[in-house]
């Protein structure tokens, strides 16, 4: 099976007609299928056509996406001239897929990014249950250094630095992505068992248009409402790190920040200016994950993508008689350009 490359993080499957996470070679005919809204994964141009779930249709919608978008429920088979492909629940964010390609060259599950055990703000995490050929599976954290405390310890890391936070006449500001992480929080926080009223929250405005999708999906974030310094006193502001910077932000009253992030589990992110809490709550499979699922599932072949350093992952993968490599793209054929 041939794997082009195609866009950023995205590629093409001639024999299928099938692209994955970036658009499709000129003059070639195909379709475009996009795993989750993230924007290293969601088309480039707002006004291409694609085939997504429908809450990430929903999502890239909301963040200005123009062109058509397909709706292809989980579990649901699309047939295609060369192809077959099918939706599974990736765990990752809200709507995010794995995408299960079945030809007449061999089948395929390309995980995009996924999680498992799975976010509890996703749709949760299925495997389908065929052999798979080739499993292409994001390696973000790919070394032992990380491992993942489970949700609920993590969670319980949030509501007691929120608390604390708040008791001492602080402003708690938890610094994450506003899509997927800014709801993860947001549903901890709905669930604080602490006695007395809900805790409110204030997010980036950025993030609202995605809260409100995830509310149409049935997810529960709690008291929310957009980013307004006047009236933040005594509540959580849940923003990302890089609009610290931003207008507003020198207005907030004694603010306490904590990192939420998978690469917070690097104890040298403390050394971002004032971060007082290190929370390595993550989307992403950890080391142990990876292996575990690998060896599980048992594919004909895994190729590691979206990762920095897969020498270590492939070493223990190889322990384990799994056939593995780094995943090859090919650069477009010229007759295909
Ligand atoms: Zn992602």
């Not at 795993?35 to 990430?56: F, G, N």
């Not at 929120?162 to 947001?186: I, R, S």
Request: proline share 9%.
């Amino acid at each position: 099976m041939q794997f082009v490359k195609s866009g950023y993080h995205g590629f093409f499957l001639p024999e299928a007609g099938v692209a994955l996470d970036g658009p499709l070679p000129r003059d070639v005919e195909g379709t475009v299928f996009i795993s989750h809204a993230h924007a290293d994964h969601a088309p480039r141009s707002r006004k291409s056509e694609v085939c997504a779930t429908p809450a990430t249709a929903a999502l890239i919608r909301a963040r200005g996406h123009r062109g058509p978008v397909r709706e292809i429920p989980f579990g649901e088979t699309l047939h295609l001239p060369s192809a077959s492909v099918t939706l599974y629940p990736a765990g990752h964010i809200l709507g995010s897929a794995m995408i299960f390609v079945e030809s007449e060259y061999g089948t395929l599950l390309y995980t995009g990014d996924c999680r498992t055990p799975p976010s509890p703000t996703s749709e949760g995490f299925e495997m389908p249950d065929r052999h798979i050929d080739h499993l292409i599976i994001e390696a973000t954290f790919a070394l032992p250094i990380y491992k993942w405390a489970p949700h609920r310890e993590l969670f319980d890391r949030i509501r007691r630095f929120v608390h604390q936070t708040l008791e001492d006449g602080a402003t708690p500001v938890m610094l994450c992505y506003n899509l997927g992480k800014a709801q993860e929080v947001m549903h901890a926080l709905a669930f604080a068992e602490a006695p007395g009223p809900p805790i409110q929250v204030q997010i980036h405005k950025d993030g609202a248009p995605l809260c409100r999708v995830y509310e149409q999906f049935g997810v529960n974030l709690g008291c929310w409402e957009v980013f307004d310094p006047e009236t933040l006193p005594g509540k959580v502001l849940i923003t990302p790190g890089n609009t610290v910077n931003m207008p507003g932000f020198n207005q907030i009253p004694n603010p306490r920040f904590a990192y939420v992030s998978g690469w917070a589990a690097l104890e040298n992110r403390s050394g971002r200016t004032d971060v007082g809490a290190l929370i390595p709550l993550s989307d992403h499979l950890d080391f142990f994950e990876l292996i575990d699922l690998c060896r599980k599932y048992a594919p004909g072949h895994v190729h590691l993508t979206h990762t920095p350093d897969s020498s270590v992952a492939l070493h223990y993968l190889r322990k384990h008689d799994i056939s593995c490599s780094d995943l090859k793209l090919m650069e477009p054929a010229a007759s295909i350009i």
